[in-house]
């Protein structure tokens, strides 16, 4: 156990006060896992808890919490929780569905804990003698791998949406089972999901995809309906098209991603988004290309900026990665168009590695024109200097010879994916990349 968490601990217990672990720090030292973070609580009020530590700061507005600050490492100190009815709109406040708004009540152990989102996660460890104080059952829910809401499910959902995607998390982390009651009221629910504030979702999201089991967060998601209200575009071709591309493409992102994260790779935002979105983007490309008239280099271009703008009104993706995301997307362009000498300045691109990933991804998703771009560009990269001039050479004569009969267009009517299976690459200035 974390050794500052027991100082703070230890610090409030002689100072008088009641203190606790409590959370995920004591459920995944109970299951044999190493806690992400601990958390503690105690009967010090904020204002308290600051006199009693120099490394105190204390945040937040929704939920006053103190943070002592260990060089890189925070723990986290909240006061007892108490209910939240009767009391004045300065402490807690509720939105018309039922979402609290603000929550600085406090209270005892037990009504704490009756606050607490999952039995398994309202374990207490009392540092004054040891124990563990549950609640709802929590240590026999923790046995028996369930994640069971504390009270009435469909009124804790409606105080926080977000509960339901943390009962997707939990289960698929802790290889739980979510309660029949627990899970019942989350399809009839999900769409609350939309409510809540962008830059939230953009937190929830990395934790569930971020964590190591994406693929699992991602059926789970589906199967319940959070996914929907969540990707709206990604979503309506995942059903439109349920042997589509975009499908191939999920499942890709989620299992490259798990890897990554279990091989303690890093995972970044932008090439995440950029994979899940590609899809999407293409669809508003083809769509403006044939409306607008416009090449599918401009239409490209617009659609950037369109697909970007309606993912950000549910999920809020900081400048610092959709920007670069954008570039990944934009690249894909250019991998028709950079063959011969200038894909050796094209390799040189500080967002090549990833544009090419990316690539990769498409190709195995869709076959056909993309994945034999694919193949020339892994020969082109994992080529030696000599090689690859050869290589240079062979396709800008093989793709000139192509490019005399590209510049016929999809007919209007034409479904994208006989587009990419029958048709060759694109034409290099004016068309879709590699298909
Ligand atoms: P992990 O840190 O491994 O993701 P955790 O259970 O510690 O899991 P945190 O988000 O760190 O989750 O929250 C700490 C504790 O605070 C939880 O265990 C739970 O008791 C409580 N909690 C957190 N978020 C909510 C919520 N939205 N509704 C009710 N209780 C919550
Ligand atoms: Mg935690």
Redesign the pocket.
Known sequence: MSENAIKVLYRLHKSGFKAYL????V??ILLGLQ???F?VVTNATPEEIKGLFRNCRLIGRRFRLAHIVFGRDVIEVATLRGHHVDSGEKISKTNAEGRLLRDNVYGTIDEDAE???FTV??LYYDISDFSIHSYGGGLQDLQSRTIRMIGDPNTRYRE?P??ML?AVRFATKLNMTIEKDTAAPISELAPLLKDIPAARMYEEIL?LFFNGHALNNFNMMRDLGLFEPLFPLVNSQLVDEPNGPANKMMKSIMQSTDSRVKAEKTVTPAFFYAAILWYPLSQRADDIALEGGLSLYDAYYAAMGDVMEQQCSTISIPRRFSTPAKDIWQLQLRFDRNQGTRAFKFIEHPKFRAAYDLLLLRASAEGGAVAKSAAWWKSFVEGGEEQRSVIARSVNKGSRNRNSNQRRRRKPSAKKTSENTGEQAASPSTDKPAG
């Open positions: 409590v959370g995920g720090g459920r995944d806690p992400k973070d958390d606050r607490r989102d996660n309202a926080d977000v509960r943390r934790k």
